[in-house]
T-cell receptor, first 113, second 111 residues
Framework: ETAVFQTPNYHVTQVGNEVSFNCKQT?????MYWYKQDSKKLLKIMFS???????VNETVPRRFSPQSSDKAHLNLRIKSVEPEDSAVYLC????????????FGPGTRLTVL | GDSVIQMQGQVTLSENDFLFINCTYS??????LFWYVQYSGEGPQLLLQ?????NKGSSRGFEATYDKGTTSFHLQKTSVQEIDSAVYYC??????????FGLGTRVSVFP
């Protein structure tokens, strides 16, 4: 049963546009994450957000920014997309940090033309 | 920094074959180790968690072992089935940093 919801499923856009992806979890978890999965299936952490504390992977370009209204929502905005941003973006949540299982959403596939 | 190395990119098996995937990790902290599985069109889901306190874990016929001396952990299944076809990731968690994933192993099982 899905408990981490992502919208949209797919998004196609052109270089330079701004996009925003939504993520909502209904598990009552305190921590949420965004991961990027490239065409070779490589998964990399982008952000983690716990109790209003944001931890950013230092390799993430500044055009990416997470946005949270409450602990159940963590959206991802990309200010001016580049071709290398084409990937699947996966949202996840966990009860806390460290040893806890992470629950993933189905992902949003972004294609930048 | 933290790293997880998963060497096997693709494994092709027949039903009832033995599956073995190996990962090694490097960290300065006290990590928790995981195996996640991703089926086509879905996000990854937890298959097994192996804490450093317990050397083994098992689920759905899969078994994970951990060797602190060689900082390696393995996933195995004695007899795979076609439904086990998926991408398997080893992963490491170090507190608030999120998961560090290996490159993933695509397992294809044919009848």
């Amino acid at each position: 049963e899905t408990a981490v919801f992502q919208t949209p499923n797919y998004h196609v856009t052109q270089v330079g546009n701004e996009v925003s992806f939504n993520c909502k979890q209904t598990l009552g978890h305190d921590t949420m994450y965004w991961y990027k999965q490239d065409s070779k299936k490589l998964l990399k952490i982008m952000f983690s957000y716990n109790n209003k504390q944001l931890i950013v992977n230092e390799t993430v370009p500044r055009r990416f920014s997470p946005q949270s209204s409450d602990k159940a929502h963590l959206n991802l905005r990309i200010k001016s997309v580049e071709p290398e941003d084409s990937a699947v973006y996966l949202c996840a949540s966990s009860l806390g940090t460290g040893v806890y299982e992470q629950y993933f959403g189905p992902g949003t596939r972004l294609t930048v033309l | 920094g933290d790293s997880v190395i998963q060497m096997q990119g693709q494994v092709t098996l027949s039903e009832n074959d033995f599956l073995f995937i190996n990962c090694t990790y490097s960290t300065t902290g006290y990590p928790t180790l995981f195996w996640y599985v991703q089926y086509s069109g879905e996000g990854p889901q937890l298959l097994l968690q192996v804490t450093t306190a317990n050397n083994k874990g098992s689920s759905r016929g899969f078994e994970a072992t951990y060797d602190k001396g060689t900082t390696s952990f393995h996933l195995q299944k004695t007899s795979v089935q076609e439904i086990d076809s998926a991408v398997y990731y080893c992963a490491m968690s170090n507190y608030a940093q999120g998961l560090t994933f290996g490159l993933g192993t695509r397992v294809s099982v044919f009848p």
